[in-house]
Structure formats: C-alpha cells, structure tokens
C-alpha cells in the first residue's frame, strides 16, 4: 500500500500548490485591481486612516483634513463652503469623491506611484504616512467676485488666462456645501445628498463644463467671423446685408433682428458693425453664404465636439450636422441645436485674445509632498490654433467696439481696453432667454478671458438680455482678476 | 508491508518539547501583538490565559512522554501553533467594534479538544482495537451525518442544515462523522481489499469490481449525494467522497477506482447544478465573484486578501471583520490580510506538514488498518484544507467547511483533536520498536487470506 499512498502524496502536493498559487494571484498579482474595485471599504477606510493632503488655491487651503476622534480619524473640511464647490468637489465616505477629490485621489490620499520613494522614506523613518497637497489655478478674489455676481441666480462662470489656459474661475449656481457631505454622520450625508440629487436646481451639477448645455446664441457670432475672416473673402469692412427680419429658406417664418429694425442704412451692415450691434440677419446671411461645412470647421477647430479633461471631464460643445438652409441661418447665431459650455466659449474669447492660439485650460497648477517638493506641475499646452494671428487681432478690434459702442458696454472698465460679445439665446417659447456675455481684457494685454451664462435671464426676467444681465458680471470678473 | 529502518529508534519528545516552547512564544506574541494594536497595552491576561494555554499543551506533551513516546514529534507543535493563531484570530476580530464574542467559547472547546485528545490516547492503547467495531462506527458515522435532516434538532445555519441543536447548545455532527466514517472505510477495505482488486472484469479497458463488492461504494456515493441534496452541503460531501476514493485507491492500487469515483462525483454535482438555483449560483460567483446584486462574501474576501498583499498590515491593524465569517469560514481570508501572502504560505505549509507526518506514519505503520487509517485523516485534513481555502481563494466553488484547527466552532476543533491524537497514536505504533519477546498477537492482516464470500 505504500505506492500509492506516496502517490496520494503527491496529489496532495498538486492540492496545496494549487492554494498556494491562487494565493499568490490575489494578493500579489491582482492585489492592485482588487484595492481599486469600487465599494472597496478597506481601501476607502485605509485612505481616511491618513492624513489627506490639502487643495490649495494661493496659499490657502480650500480643503484640508483634521483629526478626529471618531472611527474615521480624518475629517475633510472645507472652509469656504460652497464657494469652491465647483473645483474641490465633495469627499464623502458614502458616496465617494468628485471633481479634484476624486481626479487627484492618488496625490491626495499619498497612494500614487510617484510618491513611492517618498513613501518608502516614511516607512524607514517611522514617520506617518501623508497625502501631497494639490494647488489649484483659481483667483482668490475673481473665484469671490464670480461666486457673489451669481448668487439667487442660476448659471455659471468661467474666466481663463488666455496666455497659459490656467482657469482662474469657475463657479456654478446654484451649487452645494461640500461639507455636509463629508460629515461623518453618515445618516445626516445620507439625507444631504438625497435633498441636493433630487433638487430641481440641480446644484450638484457643475454648468461651467457638464450637465446642461446652452444654446450659445450670439456668441457663436465670434466663430461666424472668425470663419469669414480666415476664408480670405471676408475682411471687417465687407457689406453684408442687415434688414430687419429674415425670410428663413423654405419656410413661412421670418428670422429678426434682437432690436426693432435694419441693422444700417439701406439694409446694408458692415461685418464689424454687424458684430457690434450683434445683427442677426447679417450673421444669419452670412452663415449661409459660408456654408455649414465652413462653419462647422471654425467650430471644431476652437473645440466643439472634442473631449477635454481639466482634469474633470468637460462635455464636448455641440455643433448639430446635416443642417437644412434655415436650419444653418438659426445656428449661425447660436440658436437651433447648437449647445456650447461656458467652458468652451471663455475659450474661444480666450483663443482670440492669445493671438490666435488656443491654450488647454487646466485648474491644477502644481501638486507637492509635505515636504513640499513639487512633485508635479502643469505646462501649459497648446490645445488648438484655430485663427491666425491676423484675424485674431481682426477679431480683437471688432469685439473691442462690442464693449464701446456696441450691446456690451456694461462690461465696460474705465482707462482699460475690453473686449466682448454679449448673447442672448431663445430656448423655447414661455421661458426667458439664456443670457451670455464672453470677452477679455486689457484687450491689448489681455490676463483674463471670461464666460458668463445666467439661466432663464436670471432676476432680471423676460427684459433680460446678456448686454444687461451676463456683462456687468463679466465686468466684474475682469475686475477681480485685473486688479481694479 | 514495509518497517521502519532498523537503527535503535529514538523518541524525539524532546524535540517535540522544543518545538512546542517556539509554538507557544508564537501564539504568545501574536496575542500580546493584538493588545499593543488595538489597546495599545499588553493584554491584561496575557499571563493568566497565555499561561493557561502553555499549561495545557506542554500536558499534552507530558501525555506522549507516558502513553505515546515514540508519536511523531511535529504534529503537537503544528496543532498547537495552528489552534492558538486560531484563537489569537478569533479574540482579534472579537475586539472589533459590535463584534462577537467567540474566543473564551473556543478556548473552552480547545481544552475539550485536548482532553478528548489525551482520553483518546489513553483509551485506545492500540489502534487496531478500533477494528472491533467496524461497523458500530460506520452506522454511527452515517447516522451522525443524517441527523440534521431530523425534525426538531436538526438547525438550518446560514443556508446548510449541517446541525443538531440541543437545548441551546449547537452541534455539527459530520465533523465526528467524519472520522468514524474514516475508521469505517480503513477497516472494511483492509477486509475487502483483495477483493476488490482481484475480482471482477474488464470493461471498455477498465478492471470493473463485482455488483456486491459495488455495494458499499453505491451506498457513500448515495449518502454523500443525499447530504449535498438535503443538508446543502456541498463540502461535506465532496469531503467524505474524496475521501472515501483516495482511501479505496490506496487499499486496491488501482486506478480505476478513481476514474469510477471523480466520474460518479462530477455526475452527482452537474445533476445538483442543474437541480438546485444556489448551487448555479455558487458556481456563477465562482466565476465572477464581483456580480452586483448577488452575495459579495466571496468578494469581500478576495478584497481583504489584496488589502494583505505581501506582508500583511499586521495584526489588529485590517479590517477582517468587513468579511462576513471572518472568524471562521473566512479565517483564512483574515490571516491573508493581516498576516499577508508571507503569513498564509506560512499557514499552509503547517497544514501540508500535518498532512505529510500523517502519509508518513500509514507509510511506516506495520498493519493495513493503521495505514489505511492514517492515510485516510491525514487525506481529510488535505480535502478539508483544500474545500475551504480553495473556496476563499476561487480555486474551486465555495462550499461551508470549517478550517481546522483555526475557524471558530467547537465540533470542528474537538473532531481534529481527535484526528490529532490518532495520528499520534498511530505514529507512535509505527516508530515503536518492536517488542520480540512479546509476539504483536493484534497483528494478523498480514496472513489474511483472500475472501471472496
């Protein structure tokens, strides 16, 4: 009987071999995939049992973690409130994390790769383990001036350094306070985040890059022009005609005119003048003398349809296809099924007011250990030059005379140059119109390029326009970033 | 049959004594590791109850020294280690906030295990009296594995009706099943093994044993389905069967007993599968543990092994207790996380020397029944092992099966014990010089002629 019982033994063998492998494959091979597997509470336990590095915007923290004396040992806490809600996002132990939480998890929390030699050095030293800190892009006092200029209204901000990308604000109304979701009273977040998901206002959305898309309306105006310039047959002077109303191609209906009237004597309009005064017919005739693969083009060139990372994923802009006659008249002043972020129009301001070349916006500057080494920082990047620099500064002229004689004045800023285009887009009859304002300034220098969308007219109501409403927030902005 | 090589045999127990001193400072530590861990400070009865453990297995030593001198000097310290790991799991995840409050139950039943263990070894002087009742423990085996089928003791536990409950007080009954059964099987093949292996016809290539030889192979096939189809138990049964082929195949040398036997097996189960929703289920987690809406046990399991990795986050410093039966279906998942991959080998290879000292002893044991016997526990604890951590780590389905030695459960820790102090007894038997003046009148498998009824 002892052959086969030492045959027995070897089956055994192969039994344990077999255990001991499959251990090997879980807690060696797959151990990494295992840890990321969402509803991982291990993993999410292990990242609040050490201190999770701060988002920095200037040399404060706009959320950092404090010790606690609860289960969870870190609480995350943010000191604005909601004011930069839009950029941190929220850290919740229940409903995990969002926007830079959630993107830079792996610098916050200590655990990526780049600081594994940092970590080692911990480990060997005995000292406690620490996430890197993140410093954010935004303005301090343009992030204030945003956040005050929309409270009670609902809509959105964004103002770039047309230079580098950098974004210096964001802000979106209505929003919510990323510290009730990072209580630790579990019930209590369970209740907050029920109240604001279910909220009709939607304030967990950020407007400035997802969710909701707005038809653009006259701002697109700007990528008209900047499609007629670069296709060699357009300059600023060119006559367009500019009658009152519009009969749209194969239709009954009649496209107007935002204001009573033709837009210059005999019907006729300058393409510069037709800007300032922000013509629809012009444009509309215009668009179609283009064609819509030309406009389609200058579209995508400064980024509609592309997918964007800030690092937050912003929802690509939309320029519809296979238009009809009318259908391309309406798009041509943002209208029809044209659908633009905020995001996506400060950067065509932004690309204008660059000379031509659009930067990637990007909201993290810089990421550091504790010991504050930087570990990181962002380049600026080239994401598209879609004028030259001829038509930018063609372009930069025209949108001057917006601000100083045109539907933009009230983004106007004593002793320095302003560019913009107001927009005031109609999305469906019984409801007010969105209300836009997009520009830069000094438009000789220009430091900050901005977007501004107010939902529904905002308090203004059924008057509103962007001249009226979206301007004298841009202004503002400017301001706050200039230093007036 | 084989003996042991002829140099003058030494005992070994002072080997085993040193062995037993390192297991003991292992269990120790580890304990007081805990305390530092989770309270910061030593354990207040790391004395009271570290000596009580040390007390109670350094007796058991002194046991072997009288009734047992010659047993295998490593199995003492292997159980020993394995059971105070065991406890030192089971106190760890106690601790845990809104945990159980296992250990002091456990560390009763370990005393219960070991003084089963020490009556066993002066009870039984000799293993092969067991032969005397062959078939009084192979009804009292099959009979034990039914009960829980009884109305009114018989307990549904989380699914499997493995149970008997009496008077508050619950009890799993295949786990001393399981070793009457053992001694069952070594018995009646040692009777039947010639029999089996000489008599009958080829079929398709395969030398076929007669119907009436069949019967009793008929009958543990029946039985281990019937507990797979009623109790829902799965791992008892693919025990008891496994185990029942690997002991016919070593009593008959022949292979295809195994063929007949994985054959009969896989039909059992794909006509289960195709019977029974859980049993589809089992196998579909078994494929993808990570199903959203279905039972995440075994996905809680494999996170907190990869919470592990290499080396394990120490001691008291994981979260086990987010695995649902951390301490006991899912010890071994626990040890994966706090001792790491480094710590579960370690765990492993204990078992697979238990379970190699075991084949060695039926090696070198003089009679059939002894090596049958032998061979037999130690291929339980191999099945049983494999059952269980290859459920936990998705090499096979997960079946419920206690880890021996270590799960909490007191039937599972008092049935080892048990197989522990066989073993011994049995390695004692074998690694004894033979006495010549007193002829060995038990011993008569040797001259046995063939019976073929």
Not at chain 1, 77 to 85: E, F, I, N, S, T
Not at chain 1, 363 to 378: C, E, G
Request: glycine share 10%; with cysteine; net charge positive.
């Amino acid at each position: 009987m002892n052959a086969p019982i030492r045959r027995l033994g070897l089956v055994v063998a192969a039994m344990f071999c077999s255990l001991l492998v499959a251990a090997t494959i879980i807690q060696f091979a797959q151990a990494r995939s295992l840890d990321n597997k969402p509803g991982n509470r291990r993993t999410l336990l292990a990242s609040y049992s050490k201190e999770r590095g701060s988002i920095l915007v200037g040399g404060n923290a706009v959320a950092y973690s404090s010790p606690t004396d609860d289960q969870l040992k870190w609480l995350r806490k943010y000191p604005q409130g909601p004011m930069y809600a839009a950029a941190t996002g929220y850290y919740s132990f229940t409903y995990g994390s969002s926007a830079v939480e959630r993107e830079y998890n792996d610098f916050l929390s200590g655990s990526s790769d780049k600081l594994f030699y940092r970590r080692l050095v911990d480990i060997v030293t005995g000292k406690s383990a620490q996430g890197a800190s993140v410093q954010l892009t935004l303005n301090a006092k343009a992030q204030q001036a945003a956040t005050n200029a929309l409270k009670g209204q609902r809509g959105a901000i964004v103002a770039l350094d047309p230079k580098t990308g950098a974004i210096l604000a964001m802000a979106t109304s209505p929003t919510y306070d990323p510290n009730l979701l990072a209580s630790h009273d579990l019930n209590e977040v369970q209740s907050a985040f029920t109240r604001l998901s279910k909220d009709p206002a939607q304030p967990l959305l950020n407007r400035a890059i997802n969710g909701n898309l707005y038809p653009p309306g006259s701002t697109f105006k700007i990528i008209d022009t900047a499609a007629a310039l670069e296709s060699g047959k357009y300059t600023p002077d060119s006559t367009l005609p500019g009658p009152a109303s519009l009969r749209l191609p194969g239709t009954n209906s009649y496209l107007p005119n935002d204001f009573p009237g033709n837009c210059g004597p005999g019907d006729k309009v300058s393409l510069s003048r037709a800007l300032t005064i922000s013509c629809n017919t012009a444009y509309a005739q215009l668009g179609m003398d283009l064609g819509q693969d030309a406009v389609r083009s200058m579209a995508t060139k400064f980024g509609f349809g592309r997918s964007l990372d800030i690092p937050m994923t912003v929802t690509p802009s939309v320029f519809p296809k296979d238009l009809g006659k009318a259908q391309l008249a309406q798009s041509a002043i943002g209208q029809f099924d044209v659908r633009a972020t905020p995001m996506q129009i400060a950067m065509v301001s932004a690309a204008v007011a660059n000379g031509g070349k659009e930067m990637s916006p990007y909201l993290v500057q810089s990421v550091r250990d504790k010991n504050l080494d930087v570990i990181q920082t962002t380049d600026p990047k080239t994401f598209s030059t879609p004028i030259s620099s001829d038509t930018a500064s063609q372009l930069n002229t025209m949108m001057q005379s917006v601000v100083s004689d045109g539907t933009g004045t009230g983004a106007a800023i004593p002793g320095i140059k302003v560019a913009g285009k107001t927009g005031t887009a109609e999305h469906g009859s019984g409801t007010n119109a969105d209300v836009w304002f997009t520009g830069f300034a000094p438009a000789d220098n220009p430091k900050v390029a901005v977007a501004v969308l107010v939902e529904n007219g905002g308090t203004v109501g059924q008057e509103a326009t962007g001249g009226l409403v979206a301007a004298p927030i841009a202004k503002q902005v400017m301001e706050a970033v200039i230093g007036k | 049959m084989s003996t042991v090589d002829e140099a003058p045999p030494k005992t070994r127990r002072n080997t085993e004594l040193v062995l037993l001193i390192v297991a003991v400072a292992i269990v120790l530590i580890a304990y007081a590791n805990v305390g530092l861990a989770i309270d910061d400070s030593l354990p207040v009865d790391l004395v009271t109850l570290g000596g009580g453990f040390a007390i109670v297995a350094f007796a058991f030593h002194l046991v072997l020294r009288w009734k047992a001198p010659y047993a295998d000097p490593v199995l003492l310290p292997i159980v020993t280690l394995l059971n105070g790991l065991g406890l030192v799991m089971i106190h760890r995840i106690d601790l845990t906030p809104g945990g159980p409050n296992a250990a002091p139950k456990q560390l009763m039943w370990t005393a219960v295990g070991v003084i089963a263990a020490v009556a066993l070894l002066f009870v039984v002087p000799d293993h092969r009296r067991l032969r005397r009742y062959t078939f009084i423990f192979g009804l009292a085996g099959f009979v034990l594995l039914l009960t829980p089928l009884l109305p009114l003791i018989g307990k549904n536990i989380n699914g499997s009706r493995v149970w008997i409950g009496l008077g508050g007080f619950s009890f799993q009954p295949s786990e001393i099943a399981k070793i009457l059964i053992t001694i069952f099987f070594a018995s009646y093949l040692v009777q039947t093994r010639d029999a089996l292996s000489l008599v009958g016809r080829r079929v398709l290539g395969l030398p076929l044993p007669r119907a009436r030889d069949m019967g009793p192979i008929m009958i543990a096939w029946l039985a281990s389905l019937g507990v797979l189809v009623f109790e829902s138990d799965l791992g008892t049964s693919l025990l008891f069967f496994g185990l029942f082929v690997g002991m016919l195949y070593v009593a008959t040398e022949r292979r295809s007993w195994i063929i007949i036997g994985i054959g009969l097996f896989l039909a059992g189960s794909y006509l289960a599968y195709l019977l029974f929703a859980h049993f589809q289920e089992r196998v579909s987690l078994w494929f993808d543990p990570f199903q959203p809406g279905k039972s995440d046990q075994i996905a809680k399991g494999l996170m907190g092994m990869a919470a592990g990795g290499m080396f394990g986050t120490g001691l008291g410093q994981g979260h086990p207790e987010l695995t649902y039966f951390a301490n006991s279906d899912f010890i071994i998942p626990s040890f994966g996380e706090e001792l790491g991959l480094v710590g579960l080998f370690a765990i492993l290879v204990l078992y697979g020397l238990i379970v190699e000292r075991g084949l060695r002893a039926g090696i070198a044991c003089r009679d059939g029944f002894g090596k049958l016997l032998a061979t037999g526990l130690a291929f339980s604890i191999a099945l049983q092992v494999f059952v269980v951590v290859g459920g936990v780590t998705r090499v096979i389905p997960l079946t419920g099966l206690t880890t021996p030695f270590l799960s909490a459960g007191g039937s599972s820790l008092l049935a080892n014990w048990v197989i522990v102090a066989l073993l011994l007894r049995i390695s004692n038997q074998a690694r004894q010089p033979s006495d010549p003046e007193r002829p060995e009148r038990l011993s008569t498998d040797d001259t046995q002629v063939v019976k073929i009824r």
